[in-house]
């Protein structure tokens, strides 16, 4: 068992390496409950995308070509995946290192 009914952490039981891994467990839990996270790569995107100027700009000139668009039929995923692979392509070894 491994709480009562007010919620408290209760340990019963002859596995000593479980009930530590619990007790870890919950108390990594506990401390990290507070703490906001931060997903890397977000900023690691921000920091490359002055580096795919070029292909922004593609992507935006095309947005505007299209704007007037009424049958559908046009659209800029060609740019629009252009300019992601760009602030990948930047992003990637950067993000890995970290994760090292």
Request: aromatic letters at 8%; proline letters at 5%.
């Amino acid at each position: 068992s491994f709480g009562d009914q007010s919620g408290n952490l209760i340990l019963m039981g002859p596995d000593r390496n479980l009930q530590l891994e619990v007790i870890h467990v919950f108390v990594t839990h506990s401390l990290l409950a507070d703490v906001e996270v931060v997903d890397p790569k977000k900023c690691l995107e921000e920091s490359c995308k002055p580096k795919c100027v070029k292909p922004l700009l593609e992507y935006q000139a095309c947005v505007k070509r299209v704007q007037g668009d009424e049958s559908g039929h046009k659209h800029c995923t060609g740019q629009y995946f252009d300019y992601w692979q760009c602030v990948d392509k930047c992003v990637g070894p950067k993000l890995f290192a970290e994760l090292k």
